[in-house]
């Protein structure tokens, strides 16, 4: 029972200490290469997401008094797929039949189930690429790491927290009290993990499996049964990631409903019925404030982790490379067409310019500086097709177009070239000043940013975290070259519990969070309540439960 | 600013490696002894308390626009103590204004601060000892263990959880990822830890001490500052607790205000709007279940961390031991009068007897033998003073009253000999059925306990757990010499999430919960919703927020 442990356990022994140290280190390679994949992984890949479209999709066994799926590939076509519903008491009462079998089976028996099935996955990253490109609009070689790989490396951070934290209670231990001079009072005393219940995941559009992973691991490794409620719009990734688990779950002995899938239709949803059962024990939640609120509201005594919203901002004070950091910002701007939770909205700079390696740039040259390079960086067809992807939800277009009339127009917004029928856009850049907030001090989710005139670097600092902590922010970024000023910044943004990413110039972008080194999300403003993956992620998923008797003399 | 830590830090390890390990093991001597405390430390203790009655009770530069105090010893005479009493909006505001300092302190800074508070209410023992027997009731040699020792290395416990917490990710790290032929690119990440705010701390009448420790320090050792909120009938133990928390801070240059006081008076309680306080981030709560739940249900965006009560419950199927297993059991039901939320209510007895070393016992002559087992424990009247002390509160007594005729009265409680104006019980014991749910089925606080006929020890076992899934049990024990039934009830009393302690008849009780090695309470049944003290107690009472820039070739 424990072989595919044994298997896994350097994987897992690895992905441990990484956490511990927090250098660069991954699981799963992010370069989708046929020499690492397999030569004909690729095409594999592709041929097999093709011949998912307009059919069924058959989870053996899985409750069902339905079908349900109307997924449209931002892309342009209709998926067609139909997956197998079921009502939340169906699922619920499934989920229960299947929890004392997972609950009694021991964390070392759950980790290795839950590593075989990340190394499942990882080994069909390309069918999950084509999945998620089409299903979120992301370009397929983000697709590729953000849905494949990297995912699966919060996955497996998740299990090496959730792997640590069971096991830092012995299973046995022997407590012998001293009596002065007589015979000690000796005691055997025996600790298991008990699961909370039923775990809800609570998938979202853009990142359907990066976004829950971690929780999903989580929850499943510590001992409880999972319902993974997809976003109606992106059900696929997420179904497959529920076959594979259920596949392995039933090859080890175990009951595939361990792990459900939760499918609804666009105005019939039931995660507020899912939310509000009595049964489920804890909620990982990936999307709005307005829900995620709603979510926490009414949650019960369910434990709920959530990432959110929130406002993410750049601070320009000074560089020393100007070339560099206009660069770096607007491939952030245009990475996913500013659909990422961890891409930058406000780019705060002083009014009366910057200091720079080129000399002294007034704040409408830094401005110019950063819409010509993201007219460079979309200037070929083809990159900017790989580089921005389609966008998610129409809604996202109509609030590029209504966020042109905030502001003075820096660098209009526009369809990318030769994608046919795809829904697109570039980045809007919109100056405005500091005061006004109706107009930046709003998440705009999607391709628009604004660069605000502020009086120095200083303010700008105090402005981003004020917004970071009255509207939550995940990222932050700062360009500076005064020391003294850079951490100034970096202690008045960890007041605000964001994350600083400073001077940033080169191939790393401050929307990029790696797993085992960088925590994503920190909980400690509105942006969430959670953080990946750290240890108070993980140890709440699970009790302690512990029996003693005394040792016969 | 790190010599406490330096000067604690023998102890702060051996408490990290004695809770990994989960032997026996104590920082704290429980032997109020002349040699280890000083030879006039008990005298002394007695002598400090004794000049307190009748005072104002100075914390200098406490807010406070009133004073309060209306302490009655269960033994008879008031204490007269005024306390410096503020608004909450007064506390809350001084919590804020001192929170940046102690944020910005480092962990082994704060650490070491805890270890010195620690050892200081150590050196205190004898005159806690007094302020816990005259608050709740407890015989003196109790209140010296439970209310000083005990409750230190509980509070030291927390320490050793946050500081294993607080250091897991490492302040600085090199990131270092390669690049295939290319340089590799290299981050340097920074992180710290950063509070929630400000932690509620309300304490309970019973165990003022032993149960606010864990949630008090763990709170200020992550750099949350506290608010320290007594039950209005036991202030003095947590009023010294405060006082010396101030002490120390003080000393080393920092606000006192980072440890408050919220008295108030019985009848315009001051808990509500300091739980609905949108300020207060975290609440540690030990009191009932009814008040609890209103507590969980009202505190916003606060983290909660609960002790409430349950039914604990004893199953007795069968016994090598039947003297050892009577006489053991008396002393639970005795120790402090039943007023430990540890104490046992409901003893399961088959209703066709046990087997045992002195032959076949029938269902009265159990309770018989338990009913005798109390009253040889309890002949002397000086030793029963030692055990069962006074009752806290006077509604217990009638509780104790009205319990009478809810069965077959096996043994009847009455006042203690030799006490004067104490308030105290010994033990009511009440033969009942299994199916009188009414009598047995809900939690009777205080000297009450109930004989329960049921078909086998398998029933009684069900019936147990059963009731711990209903209405929360913190301890549970067994009496049975068949392995197999001993293993399939520490599986169902798991189940039911509650520790099971088996065939004591020793020295040792099942009341007893030991630092270090016996989590108390799991929080995963109605008794509670957090253990003390495990990796998820601790965990949430902080954020890790990183910035991080890349390293220059």
């Known amino acids: 029972m424990t072989g595919l442990f044994e298997r896994h356990r350097p994987t897992l022994q690895a992905a441990v200490n990484a956490a511990a140290k927090r250098d660069y280190w991954s699981a799963y390679s992010e370069i989708p290469s046929g020499k690492i994949y397999g030569e004909t992984a690729k095409d594999d890949g592709l041929a097999i997401y093709k011949a998912r479209l307009g059919k069924f999709f058959n989870l053996p066994g899985h409750p069902a008094n339905d079908t349900v799926g109307a997924e449209v590939s931002p892309f342009g076509p209709s998926l067609g797929i139909a997956y197998p519903a079921a009502s939340v008491d169906m699922l619920v009462s499934a989920s229960r039949v299947a929890a004392p079998q997972w609950a009694s089976a021991s964390p ?88 909370r219940g039923v775990s809800l995941v609570i998938g979202c559009n853009t990142f359907p499996t ?35 688990a259920r596949q392995v779950l039933v090859e080890e002995g175990f009951a595939a409903d361990i792990v459900l899938l939760a499918v609804d239709a666009p105005g019939s949803e039931i995660t507020k019925d899912l939310v509000q059962h009595p049964a489920i024990a804890i909620i990982d939640y990936t999307g709005s404030n307005s829900f995620g609120s709603w979510v926490r509201a009414n949650a019960g005594s369910a434990d709920v982790y959530t990432e959110e919203a929130g406002v993410n901002s750049i601070v320009i004070g000074a560089t020393d490379n100007f070339a560099g950091m206009c660069s770096n910002i607007a491939f952030s701007l245009s990475l996913y067409s500013g659909q990422m939770c961890t891409a930058p909205q406000d780019i705060f700079v002083p009014r009366d310019g910057i200091e720079t390696n080129e000399g002294h740039k007034s704040f409408d040259e830094v401005a110019a500086g950063i819409a010509a390079a993201v007219d460079g960086l979309l200037a070929d067809p ?41 829904r697109t856009a570039t980045p809007l850049i919109v100056a405005v000043d500091a005061a006004d907030t109706d107009a930046y001090g709003e998440e705009r989710f999607g391709p628009i940013a604004f660069v605000v005139a502020v009086d120095d670097v200083a303010d700008g600092v105090n402005r981003a975290a004020e917004l970071a902590e009255r509207k939550g922010a995940i990222t932050a970024a700062l360009y500076e070259t005064n020391e003294a000023r850079i951490l100034a910044a970096a202690d008045r943004f960890a007041l605000a519990g964001v994350n600083l990413s400073v001077n940033l110039t080169g191939g790393i972008y401050v929307n990029q969070s790696a797993a085992f080194s960088d925590f994503h999300v920190t909980g400690a403003n509105p942006a969430g ?22 040792v016969a003399a």
Chains 1, 2 share one sequence.
Not at 167 to 187: D, L, N, S, Y
């Open 108 to 195: 070392e028996v759950r980790t290795g189930i839950c590593l075989e099935i990340l190394a499942r996955l990882n080994a069909r990253s390309f069918e999950m690429a084509n999945a998620v490109m089409h299903t979120t609009g992301q370009a397929f070689a983000m697709a590729f790491q953000a849905g494949g790989p990297h995912a699966q490396d919060r996955g497996l951070e998740a299990v090496a927290y959730a792997y640590a934290e069971m096991t830092r209670t012995p299973v046995q231990a022997t407590w012998t009290k001293p009596q002065g001079r007589g015979e000690p009072i000796v005691m055997e005393k025996h600790w298991r993990i008990v699961p």
């Open 210 to 244: 990066w976004n829950s992973y971690p929780g999903l691991f989580a929850s499943l490794a510590t001992g409880n049964t999972l319902i993974v409620k997809p976003h109606p719009a992106a059900i696929l990734p997420l179904a497959i990631t529920v076959e594979i």
């Open 382 to 422: 083809a990159r900017a097709a790989g580089v921005c992807g389609a966008i998610a939800n129409p809604a996202t277009l109509a609030r590029v177009a209504s966020s042109r009339s905030l502001g003075r127009v820096v660098r209009d917004s526009a369809a990318l070239e030769g994608l046919g029928e795809a």
């Open 529 to 550: 309540n959670a953080s990946l993956t750290d240890a108070a992620f993980v140890a709440n998923r699970f009790r302690v439960v512990m029996w003693r008797r005394p």
